[in-house]
């Protein structure tokens, strides 16, 4: 059984400055998918990044980065230049890349409040 | 592109009674998903549907249940319903199972 750990329940950051935030998995799966989504007040979860296991180059989008350890199974979210639209929960999810079983499984989440 | 929509977006019921919660993915889209989201459990697989077919169940008593109809919309019902079915229901559309996945805003039930 695949597990998603978010030991952070909660970070806060100032305005403009850069977080990090720490997801871990465990699976016995070679090939597979890792995301962050993004649940802001409007309970709306959106897809922040997305990493292919096979791809050994971190994924970026923007503002947004990953650190994907595939040996340490980890795979931690870098937000640079935070504004206070990043204010939500951010999930990390897992997905096997077959086809027979491609639910996601997410960690608890961990709640990120931005300073102004 | 109209994104996924889920109807209704709030529900109140009484416990013992069965609710219906439908989910419309986007267009092209052939596979849905469902989640349930709450504070102490978090985010959980419910089922998820490619071309009408269940092809996945999460760990949920056979009081929750779902189906796909052709046109790719879902529906999931939850009969006899328990206090603890509180939460937020989620619907997720992909283009095809394994693929990325796209989510609505969500039913919040809340059972009294």
């Known amino acids: 059984a695949q597990t998603v750990t978010q030991s952070q329940p909660e970070m806060s950051v100032q305005e403009a400055e850069t977080v990090t935030l720490s997801c871990t998995y465990d699976?016995?799966?070679?090939?597979?998918?890792l995301f962050w989504y993004k649940q802001p007040p409007s309970r709306q979860m959106i897809l922040v990044i997305r990493q292919e296991a096979y791809k050994q180059q971190n994924a970026t989008e923007n503002r947004f980065s990953v650190n994907f350890q595939k040996a340490a199974k980890s795979f931690s979210l870098k937000i640079s230049d935070s504004q206070l639209g990043d204010t939500a929960m951010y999930f990390c999810?897992?997905?096997?890349?077959?086809?027979?079983?491609?639910?996601?499984?997410f960690g608890k989440g961990i709640t990120l409040s931005v300073r102004p | 592109k109209a994104g996924v929509t889920q109807t209704p977006r709030y529900l109140i019921k009484t416990r013992g009674q069965q609710v219906t919660l439908s989910c419309s993915p986007i267009?092209?889209?052939?596979?849905v998903s469902w989640y349930q989201q709450t504070p102490g459990q978090g985010l959980q697989f419910l089922f998820e549907?490619?071309?009408?077919?269940?092809?996945n169940k999460g760990n949920f008593p056979g009081r929750f249940s779902g189906r796909q109809f052709s046109n790719s919309r879902s529906e999931m019902n939850v009969s006899t319903l328990e206090l603890g079915d509180s939460a937020l229901y989620l619907c997720a559309s992909s283009r095809a199972p394994g693929t990325e996945a796209f989510f609505g805003q969500g039913t919040r039930l809340t059972v009294v």
């Open positions: 267009s092209g889209h052939r596979s």
């Open positions: 549907y490619f071309s009408e077919t269940q092809r």
């Open positions: 999810a897992f997905m096997i890349e077959t086809g027979a079983n491609s639910k996601l499984t």
């Open positions: 699976t016995s799966e070679n090939n597979y998918y």
